[in-house]
DNA sequence: AACGACATCGCAAACGATTGCATAAAAAAT
DNA sequence: ATTTTTTATGCAATCGTTTGCGATGTCGTT
């Protein structure tokens, strides 16, 4: 009364050997084909399935891919995951799913349960909180292939998958230029996230081809959520920039509440642009101005990369990076 | 040059056997200190990690949970599996996750898949083209816990978490007849998923207790996308309705974008209710009023349930039912 | 001095599947 | 009729870990 059916069961009920069963059901040509005939048959009505776990051990390699993000209630984090999905569905991998909910702790807890767990390779963004690569280089040395995607480490020796932050940021407030703002403000992220910088970085560069010095006061760095963009207007404000360039949607969203709050208008007063083309930007009232990153296009490519690196395990591997192209995206703040 | 420092390879170098070292290991009382330190100080410094492949093997259970969902891409899923995880992460389980994309065959598959991944247990909600169960009593036979949630099957004999559909519902229409509206039309879903059978279940009874008789020229079914919302209100239009109850959020921002496109005002010409409060909800302009599902607790009612079935696995596991409230968010598309 | 009680540890089988090699029978070639 | 080849199948080891049982060795007890 075995709950799972497993191949000597149809070897005993057969009279055969576990091995012949294991080639039949493989296809193997050195078995007749009137016992494959029997041995599918059983196979079939009796509902039998390969168990996995036993063929990962023998095969020293699983038919899964570990993801860790920091959170997956986030609409670019979300479409990356259904990209990854239907690539590596395709190829017939299955996601072993992690969280790390932006804390460097629990990242380090999710990439040794994902080893433990014999994954065939990770794709990972990495949390805010995280400022070390140890736990990765770690999964390096056991010859795990690893892509890294959005959120990476500038200086790590694998794939990874970015968009152009910098030249994002940079079409970005040179749009706002062009058009005539003049004290254009940004609201940066953590500087030790390579997205953060690179984004401050764009908004350097633009100020400084169109010969216009870059003035700290009209700079804060902090969080990358709404409440943190709230909390930089406020600052900001005394100030009286007459735009305002966030270093994602949620802090754009966030300084736009604040802005409507203490009573001036978008565009006319203060102009607004985020990044990443979140769902919320082509929603919110007036609707936002931002630089659309391609999220499932990411996640497609991540486990495309991630694909190419374990079918040619042996080949030496080169580290790739593919960088996507963003989109300026013109809606009502500016 | 092993990749993976294996127990057996700790045996070898401290001379001892790997019956020892696995104890060592799981501290069993047997093995003197000494040793015991010994074999820690090893495993530490080689960097040793038991290999869960092997250990689910001889345990015949794996520490992973299977999650089927529709799509990830989608408010509402993204926070149920938000809430999956930090339930199954505290228990020490990992999520293995698969998308149906609301295809019944993909959902067969995947079943299959993670059923020979030997998963602890499987958190599922169903598909918008799943009419049967087979694939899921299959699972039930190898004695696999399952969890239904939101789209569940009415009558499988397995614990399920769903909102109270039809009670929303009913407190939404009710809403809006005691505003004063007259023609109350419903934009419904596939009336095989049960959320949207309840939903117009709710609708009508609400009409009834009011001594409303349900006009089927008011009624339309179709998909449950922002552009069925649209295409159904165009066939709606002639009828001049001056409420719409949506089966969804998507479905009523499509029919508010088709509103507005046709020249009439929200709400003074027509009302507009949705349901599952999405982030789009509060977004759009007009703020929607909706129905609000608790969709992280929705989630992590699930994985505790789950939880609960895989630890008692072998005494009687009874069905249970789990109904969460919905809660009327009035906004100003009404 | 002899015997049982403990404390430590190893042997070997097991989980389910795969695979190189050996073996047996049947078919083909001489 | 004998040898060679082909075809079909079984044996046994292996992946990494766990675990019941048996084998030591060390004490303390009478």
Redesign the pocket.
């Known amino acids: 009364m075995?709950v799972?059916v497993?191949?000597?069961d149809l070897a005993k009920r057969l009279?055969?050997?576990?091995?012949?069963v294991?080639?039949a059901?493989?296809d193997h040509p050195?078995?007749?084909?009137?016992?494959k005939k029997r041995i599918l048959a059983l196979a079939e009505s009796l509902d039998y399935h390969?168990?996995n776990v036993?063929?990962s051990?023998?095969?020293?390699c699983t038919k899964t891919i570990g993801v860790i993000i920091p959170e997956i209630k986030h609409d670019f984090f979300a479409s990356v995951l259904d990209g990854i999905e239907d690539i590596t569905h395709e190829a017939g991998y299955t996601i072993l799913l992690c969280k790390s909910n932006e804390s460097y702790e629990r990242e380090v807890i999710n990439t040794k349960v994902l080893a433990s767990h014999r994954i065939a390779g990770l794709i990972v963004s990495i949390a805010q909180d995280t400022k070390d690569s140890l736990h990765f280089q770690s999964l390096q040395r056991r010859r795990i292939p690893l892509v890294f995607f959005d959120r990476v480490f500038e200086d790590f020796p694998s794939s990874k998958v970015i968009v152009n932050d910098e030249e994002g940021a940079f079409s970005a407030v040179n749009y706002l230029i062009k058009s005539g703002y003049k004290r254009i403000a940004h609201i940066g992220g953590p500087q030790h996230l390579s997205i953060a910088k690179k984004r401050f970085q764009g908004y350097c560069r633009a100020l400084e081809e169109n010969n216009i010095p870059v003035n700290m006061d009209y700079v804060l760095f902090g969080g990358m959520y709404e409440e943190d963009g709230g909390v930089a207007f406020d600052r900001l404000h005394q100030f009286k920039p007459d735009a305002v360039f966030a270093v994602n949607d949620p802090v754009a969203v966030g300084a736009i509440v604040k802005i409507k709050a203490v009573g001036l208008s978008i565009p006319k007063d203060v102009a607004v642009v985020g990044f990443s083309d979140n769902a919320i930007a082509s929603i919110i009232d007036p609707p936002l101005t931002t630089i659309a990153q391609p999220a499932y296009e990411m996640g497609a490519s991540a486990a495309r990369l991630l694909m190419d690196e374990i079918q040619q395990k042996n080949s030496q591997r080169k580290a790739v990076v593919e960088t996507l192209k963003t989109r300026l995206i013109i809606r009502k703040t500016t």
Request: hydrophobic share 25%.
């Open positions: 075995t799972h497993t191949l000597k009279k055969v050997s576990p091995s012949t294991s080639r059901l493989n050195d078995i007749s084909s009137p016992t390969p168990d036993a063929q051990l023998k095969n020293a």
